[in-house]
């Protein structure tokens, strides 16, 4: 056994003997002295909502609406992790209580409820926000009050913040090394892009673009956008059908994508006669599109439920054991569970729950237990991460024909792409 697995095993031991713990009355728990919890004015100097007992985080993201169908596997994933920490004692001896709010697809309804939550609630944390909409509709309200947000999703970069931690991936990670792949691989040299029609397809588009035609010396043949929530692609795919790209490059993204992928198969547009690479639909979405709808198309992520170590099959067994035997695992999913790890690793070892001092404390943070293997924060407040491709099953699964031979520095603002 190496360190690392026999790092992993001791770990898992202690989890599950702390999970044991955790239905026992605290007062009878051996080794933990309550005595000992630092007093709250040491670790809250700011008017947090904290206690001796308790401290408050919230929850932002769309439970209604168009992106409903995204958004929930990351509500779910982060209420797992805060139920886990919660049973593991909680965070400076205080257990974690959460104020959800929906943001309903809507993104000034976003920047509405997370000043609610900043300065209403006064929450230590945020864990939300999906699309790159909605995090810069709230981001001027998290700069202004002070705020930390956890932000899950994979997004174009070109952003840095000291008041947030990005846990998904950037362009680099995700939009550049997966265009690589598809022409080292599959020698695409043409693409026709597609997007829904908001700031994160472009501006992924754009970088796409660039990459494309000033690296790879490819050609863009064809670039279309739709609004949020659109569901009729048929002209679309006759223009694709027309131009007959070496590669279908897809940022569509919410309930757009049942229809997309569903009229695709329609027209005859399979993986058979297409190569097509989405960086936007996870197994989350394949939930509603259907394994038969999207079989044999590639996706570019860091994270798939079928990767293969001890931490992810810890991770699929206590969400499925949590949200039932049929639930999936995405990616932005599995990059939300990570938020409030990540949080609890930074007011441990800043001994505070003052947001400067989380903030501080945060670059160097390493994570050896996250499902997709190993993570850390860079100073820029992104995560080393690797890069996967993945070919989409009929089980609704995704098969890793591709990964990054080490980990990805984060480089949120690119030479050349700006």
């Not at 297409?274 to 590639?298: A, M």
């Not at 609890?344 to 989380?358: H, L, Q, T």
């Not at 860079?378 to 098969?399: C, E, T, V």
């Amino acid at each position: 056994m190496s360190d690392y697995d026999e790092e992993q095993s001791k770990f898992f031991a202690r989890r599950r003997v702390l999970l044991g713990l955790a239905t026992i009355p605290a007062l009878a728990i051996p080794g933990i002295s309550w005595a000992s919890v630092a007093p709250t004015a040491k670790v809250n100097t700011t008017g947090l909502a904290v206690t001796d007992k308790e401290v408050v985080v919230g929850q932002l993201h769309s439970a209604t609406g168009t992106m409903a169908i995204s958004e929930t596997g990351s509500i779910q994933a982060e209420q797992l992790a805060i139920d886990q920490i919660n049973a593991m004692g909680g965070v400076l001896g205080r257990k974690i209580r959460v104020i959800k709010e929906d943001g309903a697809s809507d993104w000034p309804t976003f920047a509405e409820k997370s000043r609610k939550l900043l300065v209403n609630d006064r929450v230590a944390a945020v864990f939300g926000c999906w699309t790159s909409a909605s995090r810069k509709a709230v981001l001027p309200v998290f700069e202004k009050e002070n705020g930390m947000l956890y932000y899950p999703t994979f997004y174009e970069g070109l952003e840095q913040s000291k008041n947030v931690i990005y846990t998904g991936q950037e362009a680099t990670q995700q939009i550049i090394w997966g265009l690589d792949w598809a022409k080292q691989e599959k020698k695409a040299k043409t693409f026709f892009l597609v997007g829904s029609d908001y700031i994160w397809p472009r501006t992924s588009m754009k970088i796409a673009r660039k990459h494309v035609e000033n690296f790879q010396k490819g050609s863009i043949v064809g670039e279309e956008y739709y609004p949020l929530g659109h569901t009729n692609f048929n002209s679309l795919i006759n223009k694709i059908k027309l131009k007959k790209p070496d590669c279908i490059y897809c940022a569509v993204v919410g309930g757009s994508n049942v229809a997309f992928y569903k009229q695709l198969k329609a027209a005859g547009i399979t993986a058979k006669k297409q190569f097509l690479l989405t960086i936007s639909v996870t197994e989350d979405e394949v939930l509603g599109i259907g394994g038969e709808n999207i079989d044999g198309f590639y996706a570019s992520m860091k994270y798939f439920q079928s990767l293969n170590n001890p931490n992810n099959a810890a991770f699929v067994k206590a969400f499925k054991a949590k949200y039932g035997p049929n639930s999936v695992i995405g990616d932005v999913t599995q990059a939300a569970y990570l938020g409030p790890w990540l949080w609890k690793a930074a007011v441990e070892k800043a001994g505070s729950f003052d947001v400067d001092k989380i903030a501080a404390a945060s670059p160097g943070i390493e994570l050896k237990t996250a499902p997709e293997g190993y993570v850390k924060i860079h100073p820029n407040h992104h995560l080393w991460s690797k890069a996967r491709i993945g070919m989409a099953q009929r089980n609704g699964q995704f098969k890793v024909v591709a990964e990054s031979p080490s980990l990805i520095e984060p480089n949120p603002f690119p030479k050349g792409y700006q």
